[in-house]
Every structure is written in structure tokens, then in C-alpha cells.
């Protein structure tokens, strides 16, 4: 088993355990680090289909209480509507401080738990028992916790880290091909914050395209294993952390833009990802072999869905209400080389509408 910690000062350390078939016997490791005698689910509809039978059976066998709420599917649902309902269940239920928050499901259900768990009683435990790739080895760790607004992504949430993640990449096995390369998204973008990820990604292109176990483990293992690392440094994104949000300014507002409902947070991020390196190119931070590679990566795992058509001044509008903004500027992270980054405040929107266009003129207008 792959054991990673969190450390941080300003928290608890929590554990991330990464092992193949941990989900079959999760409920002996729950107990013995978030013991209780009420644990509560929330998860989604699909999920519920294929896993939540497993978990149940193992907590019934043992007499322990597990109530579940299923809350719908994607990204339009991480709204106040949402949070009400879970602490309506939970009050309902009769939760209380020494109950456990189990969020069964991929980000969003990850993000949606976190925030519920982080304002009932003011704070109850969680734990992260996350399903899809993109939780895996990314949303899940790191305790960002939050929903949408009308003016944005994820611009009302906490800092609230889980009290345990356990990973098991066997589950994704069920998980849809669009899911799988949507969560290959932030793999790349981990790959342009290490060297190591990037070219283990590229040495083994075909066998992370289907799903090779060993291949896979490893990626899980390494994305986590940087995540964890810059966390434990950076645990409320004041420097470190921010580096994180490659690709996520120009992506947020592409989901904003198009009402959450066309792109997958991968494939918005991918174009994210795109622009930011196209600007570090026009600022000659990378030459053009290099931007040609991260292209290449991401279109290896079909992540450029077509882009509809866009208003520029209605994006940058929206980039302008995002919450990483801190000046008159737009902040972006670019990448300097693969695997080394630059934080930049000073982006100017002449600079952005290029790169805009840049991805515009490479996506199949609709």
C-alpha cells in the first residue's frame, strides 16, 4: 500500500492510502482512523450503481450505521440548493459533531461533501472515497471544498481538509472513456509541475490510454505524492499552491461561459492549459517544440472537444470575477520548461485575446 501524509501546522495530518482493491475493505481502515457509530454517504447516481452495495454490505455486517443521500450528477448541481439539502439530511438524520461525512463519488461530489462537512456544527469529519480519475489524483486531496455561483466557479467554499482519502484505482474500471480522459486533464497539468510526470506520461501514452494497471497506479501515486507535497507547504494557496491552477483561469470560464453543461472540467481545462502555454510562448519563457509536445500530450488523450462559438469580451469578463485575480491584471501560471512554472501577474488582456484566439482557431468552431 502507498501511503502518503498531509502536514500542515494550521491542521490535523491526515493519511492518503493508494492500493488496488482498498475499496473492498474500507470500512476496517474508516473505523480505525475515523471511528464512529454514524457515518453518512452522499453520493450519485451512478456511483450508487456500482459501489454503493459494496460499501453498505461491509458496514452492515458489522452493525454499523450508514445513511445515504444521493444528490444528482455533475457540475450544475454544486450549488446552495445542493448544500441545503445535504444539511437538511443531516439534521433530519440527526447527525452531530462526532458523525462522519463520506463523500463516494468523483470532484464534485468531493467538493459538495467537503463544504457541507466544513459548515454543519461548524465542522464535521470526512472522509474522501473518490471514484473517478480526476479525484483521484487530484480533487480529493488537498481539502479546496466549495460550489458555483451565478458569477463563477467554485467562488464560495472553504479550506477544509478530509480526515482520510482512500484510493482505489480498480473502481475506475466502471468509469466511462470521456470521464477517464477528462481526469487525464490534470495529470498533464502535473506533468508541466514535474518533469518525472510528464515524461512518464509520454513514455507510456498507450498503455495509460487503456487503463494498464501498473501504468496507472503509478500515475495516481505520483500526482497524489506532488499534491500532497505542495499542499503540506502551501495548505490555504497563499504561494505554492497557487501553482496548482495551471490551465483553471481560461478553463473555469469556458464551464462559466457555456453554462456547465458542454465541457467536462478536464476538457475546459485542457484548453486552459493550451493558452497558458501559447502566452509562455509569446513571452519566450518556451520555444515552440515545447508547446507542440503539450499539445500533442493532450490531444493524445482526445481532450480539444470542439469549441462553440464564444463572445472574447464576455470570457474576459468573467476571468475578471475569478477569484485568483488580484490586480487590474489577470494572473496566470505558465509553464518556463516541462516541469518548472512561473507565476505571472501582469498578463495584459491584449496578450490574452492572441491566446484566445490562438485556441479558438485551433478548436472546430460550432
Not at 444528490?71 to 454544486?78: L, Y
Not at 474576459?316 to 516541462?338: A, C, E, N, R, Y
Request: with cysteine; proline share 3%; charged share 20%.
Amino acid at each position: 500500500m502507498h501511503r502518503l501524509r498531509i502536514k500542515h501546522t494550521h491542521t490535523s495530518d491526515y493519511e492518503i492510502l493508494i492500493e488496488p482493491g482498498l475499496f473492498a475493505r474500507c470500512r476496517e481502515i474508516i473505523q480505525q482512523q475515523v471511528p464512529s457509530d454514524r457515518y453518512y454517504v452522499i453520493t450519485v447516481p451512478p456511483v450508487k450503481e456500482h459501489y454503493l452495495k459494496l460499501l453498505k454490505e461491509q458496514f452492515v455486517r458489522n452493525e454499523i450505521k450508514l445513511t445515504v443521500k444521493v444528490i444528482k450528477d455533475g457540475e450544475r448541481s454544486k450549488c446552495q440548493a445542493t448544500i441545503t439539502t445535504i444539511l437538511d439530511f443531516l439534521s433530519t438524520h440527526h447527525a452531530n459533531r462526532h458523525s462522519v461525512l463520506l463523500a463516494l463519488g468523483g470532484g464534485v461530489v468531493g467538493d459538495i461533501t467537503g463544504y457541507a462537512a466544513s459548515i454543519y456544527m461548524r465542522g464535521i469529519p470526512y472522509i474522501q472515497l473518490p471514484t473517478s480519475l480526476i479525484a483521484q489524483i487530484d480533487s480529493s486531496v488537498g481539502g479546496k471544498t466549495g460550489i458555483n455561483t451565478f458569477h463563477g466557479k467554485n467562488l464560495v467554499g472553504t479550506f477544509y481538509q478530509p480526515s482520510l482519502v482512500i484510493i482505489d484505482p480498480i473502481v475506475l474500471s466502471t468509469l466511462p472513456e470521456e470521464e477517464y480522459c477528462n481526469g487525464l486533464a490534470e495529470a498533464v497539468k502535473y506533468g508541466l509541475l514535474d518533469k518525472t510526470i510528464f515524461e512518464f506520461m509520454e513514455h507510456n501514452i498507450d498503455e495509460i490510454q487503456t487503463r494498464n494497471s501498473t501504468c496507472l497506479l503509478q500515475l495516481i501515486v505520483y500526482c497524489c505524492r506532488h499534491k500532497a507535497k505542495v499542499v503540506s507547504h502551501d495548505l490555504l494557496e497563499q504561494h505554492l499552491r497557487a501553482s496548482l491552477n495551471l490551465g483553471h483561469t481560461v478553463g473555469h470560464a469556458l464551464e462559466k461561459i457555456t453554462n456547465y453543461n458542454y465541457f467536462r472540467h478536464g476538457e475546459a481545462i485542457a484548453w486552459g492549459i493550451l493558452a497558458a502555454s501559447f502566452l509562455a510562448q509569446q513571452r519566450k519563457f518556451i520555444d515552440s517544440a515545447t508547446l507542440n509536445r503539450i499539445s500533442n500530450m493532450l490531444a493524445s488523450f482526445n481532450l480539444f472537444k470542439p469549441l462553440r462559438k464564444f463572445s472574447f469580451s464576455t470570457l474576459l469578463d468573467i476571468m475578471h470575477h475569478d477569484k485568483k485575480k488580484s490586480t487590474d491584471f489577470l494572473t496566470f501560471v505558465l509553464p518556463v520548461s516541462i516541469g518548472k512554472i512561473q507565476i505571472c501577474d501582469d498578463i495584459k488582456e491584449e496578450e490574452l485575446l492572441l491566446a484566445l484566439d490562438y485556441i479558438k482557431k485551433r478548436g472546430t468552431v460550432q
